[in-house]
């Protein structure tokens, strides 16, 4: 048998939730070399979204090995020699990918200066529709090998971003959203209307209701079709966003109860999208996937077009509409210019290539990279001098000094924890989860009243 011709590639993928574990270890598969035998090591950033064991399988992404750990952990195991990956995949919020860069930075310095000059290629990005904050979830992010920008659009932007405070922008790079896929649209018998939550699109009460009467609306007025509100995490698991109105609980006061056509779903988005006929969302990412899919979707107007809402980012894609019209038969048609600019569907117009082809760039970025020699060390935007103020306050909330070293007394910062030690943190951890998921969020709503 002859010797295989796959070179073995060691990736290390770190997220915060269940929504960026999905982001990291699928983009980690889309941008490793074509010749590659990949080996992904998950790791979980210990904190209120870190992802449960039903989260996690309802992801469907598979890892050779995951495990739960803090910072300081983290930064512990990638200073180790024998923990030598090729490419790091920091799949976070962006203050965490801040704190990451000058951890890792710090690590690596030391590392280097007793001789060591290896290190992976950093890669990080977005997880979907990037609608607020950017010039600051971008600036959090510099400092990256590879700031992946999910469609031709959002590279323009970041490159904008970047050039206009003077930091380098070579780092962005274009690919597109790493789990769009499935089969093209066909008609289903009964026709199914599928409304994808979100966790804290709209947020308050009065909004999350509202969609949710017309949702009950829309299906009594339409008894021949399925309609099904597609919900993210269950009541006291957190994603990506608090949740602190969850759709489950609101339906239990429904005078009346649901309509025997209206069922709650949860499952991979995936699955859901292959059965609907239409899909309607205020702003989810998953618009871009039933897109991607030839799925008539909506997007919806009834609370306005505004930035905080996120449907803003949805302008010029013919997709936008109300309950109204949808109650009346209304169906969209989405223009073609912009979801090609979008990294969907892409190739129906001459403003983008396939999707296939998607990814090549960062193959292409990392494979040079790879077999360039030693890296430079990392150069983030933000630094004691650039952002005095702001900087150290990012570092401190993982234990980390305005330098990227451990904090004295960070967790785990010196020698792994004995037997004792881990129990206790397993409790603690509980009790935190608790406070943050439950305590919290109605001690907010008592401050509202």
Not at 121 to 134: D, H, N
Not at 229 to 242: A, F, N, Q, Y
Not at 263 to 288: E, I, Q
């Amino acid at each position: 048998m002859p010797a295989s011709t796959e070179k073995s590639l060691r990736v290390a993928v770190l997220a915060d939730s269940d929504t960026r574990w999905k982001w990291g270890a699928l983009t980690a598969n889309r941008i490793a070399p074509a010749d590659s035998d990949i080996r992904l090591d998950g790791y979980l950033l210990r904190g209120r979204a870190t992802p449960t064991a039903r989260q996690l399988e309802e992801v469907g992404v598979c890892a050779d090995s995951l495990r739960e750990v803090t910072a300081v952990e983290f930064l512990r195991e990638m200073a180790r020699e024998e923990a030598a990956y090729d490419v790091l995949v920091l799949s976070l919020v962006g203050g965490g990918v801040q704190a990451m860069l000058h951890g890792l930075s710090h690590q690596w310095r030391e590392r280097a200066a007793a001789g060591s000059t290896k290190r992976p290629v950093v890669v990080t990005g977005y997880v979907g529709v990037v609608y607020e904050k950017l010039a600051d979830g971008l600036l959090l992010r510099h400092g990256a090998d590879l700031v992946l920008a999910n469609s031709r659009q959002d590279a323009d932007r970041f490159t904008a971003v970047y050039e206009g405070v003077g930091a380098d922008a070579s780092s962005v790079t274009e690919v597109a959203l790493p789990f769009l896929g499935g089969d093209p649209y066909e008609k289903h018998d009964p026709y199914t209307v599928v409304f994808a939550a979100q966790p804290s699109v709209p947020e308050s009460r009065k909004d999350r209701t509202y969609l949710l009467n017309r949702l009950v609306q829309h299906a009594g007025l339409h008894p021949d079709r399925e309609v099904l509100l597609k919900l993210r995490s269950r009541p006291g698991e957190h994603t990506t966003h608090i949740e602190e109105q969850p759709y489950q609980r609101l339906a239990e006061r429904i005078p009346g109860g649901l309509p025997a056509n209206l069922r709650l779903v949860y499952g991979h988005m995936g699955d859901v999208l292959d059965r609907t006929d239409l899909l309607v969302t205020v702003s989810s990412t998953a618009a871009l996937e039933s897109l991607h899919r030839r799925i008539p979707t909506v997007v919806l107007t009834d609370l306005g077009v505004r930035e905080s809402l996120g449907n803003h980012h949805f302008v010029g894609s013919g997709c936008l509409a109300s309950w109204d019209q949808l109650d009346d038969g209304h169906i969209p048609s989405p223009d073609e210019r912009w979801v090609a600019r979008q990294g969907v569907a892409a190739g129906s117009t001459a403003e983008g290539g396939s999707y296939e082809t998607a990814f090549d760039a960062a193959r292409e970025r990392i494979a040079a990279l790879l077999g360039g020699g030693p890296l430079p060390g990392l150069a983030p935007y933000y630094t004691p001098v650039t952002a005095p103020g702001y900087l150290p306050g990012i570092l401190a909330r993982h234990h980390l000094a305005p330098d990227g070293s451990p904090l004295p007394g960070a967790p785990d910062a010196d020698r792994e924890p004995g037997a004792v030690r881990q129990i206790v943190r397993r409790a603690a951890r509980g009790a935190y989860r608790h406070g943050v998921q439950r305590v919290a969020p109605v001690i907010r709503r008592m401050g509202e009243l």
